[in-house]
């Protein structure tokens, strides 16, 4: 059977590579084998439509290749696809597939089969994945786990261009227009954290404040880590060496001790809706966040979102990052049928599916490959038409989840028990002085080095 | 058996002895009270005994549960700043908790006792609504009247010309918040516990101490107080369990936050066990509390029981 299933996949990759393939009726590469089952734990997707999509796409592939498919679409509100996940870990069973948050092919690694082979045919194919997602899903030597672009999404700037324009200045439609080609590099390149502040101070004046949460929620990490990374702050190194204790943590805790003045006072008490709300109700200006506050606005406020444009982060003295949450799929090593879902994954990693799931997300969806950047979604979604385009990342950023670039399992740890966050919500809410801060910070990491 | 009796018969009584002693036997209260209760051991053996012995052992495994580490968990929580904040804030939340639900619970059924037997029932079935409700659920609505940025609370205190409150932004009002979330979910536990309690002491305690003049207080302090003295010690008791065991108020409400300064044992070991995947250090955070608690429970009970003999 293995045997088989391996000559099966070698002329699915050939089909998948070379175009040429033995196809069905509906276009679905048809890999010869016996019945078999599969169940599939994917994420619920919010973008309404969505998760049909997807879900004819793995059924018409079962039909084709005579699998029978159960699919589970979980949510994440409520932790539930995290819970999902450790209660599968812990059982060892469940479904055969299975959708990982950000952080758990870290610790989940040592349950799940191998994609090293699947995440190769598909670089060979389409070229490197972005270095983010490598970081999470290649460690150990081996891909534990597989990128998935559903529910993949990153963190740019999204900025009411109205009231920048009008307040501060700014234009932020000029400065990142809706092709790569006729960016201003000048322009770019001053567009750093301090004219960010002057800007955010202006728009406070106006009324219409900047809103970012400092508090235990992912938004936090996703725009704070990115702040510390552009000056170069990164709380533990690739060789486990705790770095935080510097001159430019300081610098930064400084920025942010003067930035918030200018943020509403309750973003201490944000969930990671809240900067949504911000936005949509019209009371803020800019929010650092996915597309999905801007797809609500669409619905709920369409003054607001015509106005709503995505762009690059600002750019530190250590270069210009922006947070990026990357999900991924895994196959538990449990699974009697690993080589169907390997070859099913695979597949809805090709160009040819990915252009259909990216449409169907709207544009929400973020592939780990740069190779699909090119999908006309960014550019044709609106109002305002080309507000979208650059929330792939067109210029200098770089993707970071908070905790890169150290070892995986402090990185989750930074990430989750909110060091960053709570570090800087100690000095510029709780009064602490940013030395001590930073101290507070640093023994806590090294009690993340725990054995 | 007689001398005469075949090989055949000694057989067949064999055979008949064991099924007459299982029908005698399951004749037995005794046994059948066995029987009857064994679906019931064997919950509790699943879902409580089991549980509580395999966290024992996973809080004593290392991060990967690869080795036994006896200990080294606890010890090394004891290490850690947050925990010992942690440790703090449970112990505020509960005694705050408990305090206020045990005395507005107190009051509550005082009260409602007084009304006419009417009219208790409704306010007795009013006031228990909180409870009945399920916890996650009232949170969340909780969480509409809190809510940072368009809290509806601050929006009546605006309207009556008091300054808003930053319910979840700021340590102190967050901590208020989520107790004041658990006084009103619990408050009706101690309210018909109590209410139970009250009707249980005869009337004529009441007519007698009216007769040789005692006052409305006096009767407070010398007949319903020490009558339902024991009630008081086990509803304490049980409440002081399940408050410090509190999970849903705050992971719905704070997350732990602001500065996670308002974590309690479970909200800090789901952080630890289920978001960074360090499972023993999870179960020690939520076995730390256990033998403060098994001590207190002893002796509460053994009060009790020692007040009943």
């Known amino acids: 059977m293995e045997q088989m299933e391996q000559s099966s996949r070698r002329s699915f990759l050939k089909t998948v590579a070379g175009g040429a393939a033995a196809t069905t009726v509906a276009g679905v590469p048809h890999v010869a084998r016996a019945q078999t089952k599969l169940t599939f734990g994917l994420w619920d997707h919010w973008v309404p439509g969505a998760n049909d999509v997807l879900k004819g796409i793995v059924t018409d592939w079962g039909k084709s290749n005579r699998i029978e498919i159960g699919i589970d679409f979980i949510t994440s509100i409520g932790n539930k696809l995290d819970l999902t996940a450790a209660a599968e870990y812990r059982a060892g069973g469940g479904h055969d597939i299975i959708t990982l948050g950000t952080w758990n092919p870290t610790l989940y690694k040592d349950k799940l089969e191998p994609m090293t082979d699947v995440a190769e045919s598909l670089i060979k194919q389409y070229g490197k994945f972005q270095e983010n997602a490598t970081y999470l899903n290649f460690q150990d030597g081996r891909w534990v786990t597989l990128p998935a672009p559903i529910g993949s999404h990153t963190y740019p700037l999204e900025t009411r261009m109205d009231i920048w324009k009008k307040s501060a200045g700014v234009d932020v439609q000029e400065m990142f227009p809706a092709d790569v080609k006729k960016r201003d590099r000048k322009k770019i390149d001053a567009w750093d954290w301090k004219v960010f502040l002057a800007g955010a101070k202006k728009v406070h004046a106006a009324g219409f404040p900047f809103g970012a949460s400092i508090a235990e929620n992912t938004d936090s990490n996703d725009w704070l880590g990115p702040l510390f990374a552009s000056h170069g702050v990164f709380p533990i190194d690739e060789k486990g060496t705790i770095t935080i204790e510097q001159d430019a943590t300081l610098q930064v805790i400084e920025y942010l001790r003067e930035l918030t003045k200018y943020m509403p006072k309750d973003i201490y008490g944000w969930d990671d809706a809240s900067n949504n709300r911000w936005l949509i109700s019209g009371k803020g200006s800019a929010i650092i966040n996915p597309p999905s506050a801007w797809t609500v606005a669409k619905r709920d406020q369409p003054q607001v979102a015509a106005q709503v444009w995505h762009h690059d982060m600002p750019r530190g003295p250590k270069g210009r990052w922006r947070g990026a949450l990357p999900f991924s799929w895994g196959v538990w090593s449990w699974s009697k049928n690993k080589q169907a879902a390997k070859d099913l994954l695979l597949y809805l990693s090709t160009r040819e599916v990915q252009w259909k799931l990216i449409t169907a997300s709207q544009g929400y969806d973020y592939p780990a490959l740069p190779a699909f950047f090119n999908h006309p979604v960014w550019q044709e979604i609106e109002p305002p038409k080309g507000g979208q385009y650059n929330y792939p990342v067109r210029g200098d950023e770089k993707l970071i989840v908070a905790g890169w670039p150290g070892k995986q399992e402090y990185g989750v740890q930074i990430y989750y028990k909110w060091l960053l966050p709570t570090m800087v919500g100690k000095v510029t809410s709780g009064g602490m002085a940013p030395k001590d801060a930073v101290k507070w910070a640093a023994k806590e990491l090294e009690g993340y080095k725990r054995g | ?309």
């Open chain 2, 1 to 309: 058996m007689s001398p005469n009796s075949t090989a055949v018969d000694v057989a067949a009584t064999a055979r008949v002895r064991p099924a007459r002693s299982l029908r005698l036997r399951l004749r037995s209260r005794s046994a059948v009270a066995v029987l009857m209760c064994l679906p019931l051991l064997a919950l509790i053996g699943g879902l409580v005994a089991y549980p509580f012995f395999y966290s024992i052992y996973l809080s004593m495994l290392n991060k990967r549960e690869t080795a036994f580490v006896g200990l080294a968990n606890f010890a090394y929580l004891t290490t850690r700043e947050t925990f010992w904040m942690v440790v703090r804030m449970s112990f505020l939340f509960t005694f705050l908790a408990v305090f206020w639900k045990a005395v507005l619970g107190f009051t509550l059924a005082v009260v409602i006792n007084a009304l006419p037997q009417r009219g208790q029932r409704v306010w007795r079935g009013i006031s228990l609504i909180p409870w009945v409700m399920p916890l996650a659920l009232s949170s969340l609505g909780w969480w509409w009247i809190y809510e940072p940025t368009h809290s509806a609370l601050n929006w009546v205190l605006v309207v009556v010309g008091i300054s808003p409150k930053p319910w979840l932004s700021d340590p102190f009002w967050a901590k208020f918040s989520v107790i004041l979330v658990n006084i009103w979910y619990g408050t009706p536990f101690f309210m018909i516990t109590y209410l139970a309690g009250l009707k249980s002491i005869p009337v004529e305690l009441y007519e007698s101490s009216a007769i040789d003049g005692a006052s409305a207080p006096q009767r407070l302090r010398y007949i319903t107080l020490p009558m339902l003295k024991n009630i008081i010690a086990v509803t304490m008791l049980f409440s002081t369990i399940v408050t410090l065991a509190t999970f849903d108020i705050i992971r719905v409400l704070t997350r732990g936050g602001p500065r996670q300064t308002t974590h309690v044992f479970g909200t800090y070991a789901f952080e630890l066990g289920i978001a960074t995947g360090d499972v023993p250090l999870g179960a020690a955070v939520s076995l730390f509390m256990f033998p403060i608690l098994a001590v207190s429970a002893f002796f509460i009970l053994r009060g009790i029981r020692q007040s009943t003999a």
